[in-house]
């Protein structure tokens, strides 16, 4: 399959839905990008990995960051999933894959499972 980046952030909910995403299909790695308080209270699949980022830096800051990161962990395409997180967490997350040259498809999981946008 694929691997799976994806913010584990804010929303009412979206932990959930995020949960529902990682379980809806047999992913390689699945990345997901979080604060403290994620990485402390998350409970993962054996194949993922939390990764704790400064949402409060800037935009590019935050970019540059998380381009580090793809940079050293994403090999192939990426299923992106933006349920969870903030506005700029998105944008700083997309601007990196770009700037990374990774490809990637945008994943959502409906009630017939794994759905890409």
């Known amino acids: 399959m694929t691997d799976l980046i994806a913010f584990l952030?804010?929303?009412?909910?979206?932990w959930g839905q995020v949960t529902g995403l990682i379980n809806a299909e047999s992913w390689d790695k699945i990345y997901l990008l979080t604060n403290d308080f994620g990485k402390e209270k998350f409970t993962a699949a054996e194949n993922t990995e939390l990764i704790v980022v400064n949402s409060s830096a800037s935009e590019e800051e935050?970019?540059?960051e998380i381009t580090g990161i793809i940079k050293e962990k994403v090999k192939d395409e990426i299923a992106v999933n933006f349920v969870s997180g903030t506005g700029?967490?998105?944008?700083?997350?997309?601007?990196?894959?770009m700037k990374s040259g990774v490809g990637f498809r945008f994943v959502t999981n409906a009630d017939e499972g794994l759905k890409e946008l």
């Open 62 to 64: 935050l970019r540059d």
């Open 88 to 97: 700029k967490e998105h944008m700083a997350l997309v601007t990196a894959l």
């Open 9 to 14: 952030s804010t929303g009412k909910g979206t």
